[in-house]
């Protein structure tokens, strides 16, 4: 059928608004491909039998050719179009048709290649060696060489041999009876090599070793550090710059027992001792000066002194300084015996009047007086 009779049976059996729509989808498409083979697809979903000797087709000559302006080309186009089944729907291009998006689902993998199987190869046994019959023969040979010789050797040369033991006579072992040792009493006394206590109630100490000048008195229990000693005379020390020398035999290194605690005997000392003049604590008024004791107590009663030593004296109690440091104090009247004074510790040196009990850095010294007076002294173990 002639294109131009396909055109006006399509007028004639589509409503005005069907052209109007088809006229409006090869616009589109041409405005998008300018390609009358790509609109003819698109819209039959067909391409057309012979190609088109101009396929490129602007969208004005669309426009001018639907105006009544002559195009072969498009007149051969729209004339195999209407006389074709027209598509509802544009159909896409065959190299614009996009590609289906990828999916996680498992049905649209692709089958994965087989794997190949491994051939197990199929070690044959190899045939069975025979046996080594000519080794076998030989061992057994040597066997019975080894055998044979042992055999004969144990029979004819061992068994020729005197196998009667001999009997030996034993020795009877001495056993020496150990001397047992006595045990050792231990020592009641301990001793310390330089250092010496006055062991009688009193002993004068001299300024030199002839024993001219008189320096002081000493009393029982006053211990000294030893310098030197001579024949029947000791060095001592009294001072940083000052020795002395004593008779060796009013002297002794040795103590009974041991030392006690410091707060042991000051305890003692504050319980059975006239402490009311003491403001702070008995530790507090070792080391002060004149001066201090004199704004403590104001002047002495009276005082005293020697080559080394000064003595303040305060009602019942005196205290004894050196290089104006308090080293003791004296408690001038007491009742304290020796058994009172025991009952803090065994004594550890004494006489019938006197006793002497030491702690690590102090020393409590008796010293009896007429009838049941006695004097304690509480000093400094200043070696």
């Given amino acids: 059928m002639h294109r131009s009779l396909q055109a006006l049976q399509f007028y004639t059996s589509h409503s005005k608004e069907d052209i109007a729509r088809l006229h409006e989808r090869v616009r589109s498409s041409l405005a998008s491909t300018e390609s009358l083979t790509d609109t003819m697809i698109r819209i039959t979903g067909q391409p057309p039998l012979i190609p088109y000797d101009e396929d490129t087709v602007t969208v004005d000559e669309w426009n001018a050719f639907l105006a009544g302006k002559h195009h072969a080309t498009l007149a051969d186009f729209y004339g195999t179009l ?29 089958p994965e290649p087989k794997r190949r199987k491994k051939e197990k190869e199929i070690k044959h046994a190899g045939a069975k060696r025979p046996l080594p019959w000519g080794w076998i023969a030989l061992l057994i040979l040597c066997f019975l060489l080894g055998a044979g010789g042992t055999y004969v050797y144990s029979t004819y040369f061992v068994g020729s041999a005197d196998t009667t033991p001999k009997a030996t006579v034993e020795k009877p072992v001495t056993v020496e009876k150990t001397k047992e040792k006595k045990p050792t009493a231990p020592e009641e006394t301990a001793a310390v090599d330089d250092v010496l206590y006055i062991k009688i109630r009193s002993s004068n100490i001299y300024r030199e070793e002839s024993m001219t000048t008189l320096l002081y008195e000493a009393d029982f ?7 030197k000693k001579n024949d029947g005379v000791t060095e001592i020390e009294l001072s940083d710059d000052l020795t002395g020398y004593i008779k060796t035999s009013d002297t002794t290194k040795r103590l009974e027992g041991e030392p006690l605690a410091d707060e042991t005997l000051l305890t003692w000392a504050n319980d059975n001792l006239d402490t009311s003049f003491v403001t702070g604590t008995l530790i507090d008024l070792i080391g002060k000066s004149s001066e201090e004791l004199n704004s403590l107590y104001g002047p002495a009663d009276r005082t005293f002194n020697d080559e080394l030593h000064d003595y303040l004296f305060y009602g019942n109690h005196f205290f004894v300084l050196k290089d104006n440091k308090v080293i003791a104090i004296d408690w001038t009247e007491t009742t304290i015996t020796n058994e009172q004074l025991a009952s803090l510790a065994p004594l550890q040196l004494e006489t019938e009047s006197t006793g002497l009990v030491t702690s690590n850095s102090y020393r409590l010294q008796r010293f009896a007086k007429d009838g049941t007076i006695s004097r304690i002294r509480l000093a400094e173990q200043s070696f």
């Fill in 221 to 227: 229990g006053d211990g000294y550090r030893i310098v």
């Fill in 82 to 110: 209407v006389a074709r089944p027209i598509l509802d729907e544009d159909g896409p291009l065959p190299d614009e048709a996009e590609e289906p998006l990828p999916t996680l689902s498992r049905s649209q993998r692709e």
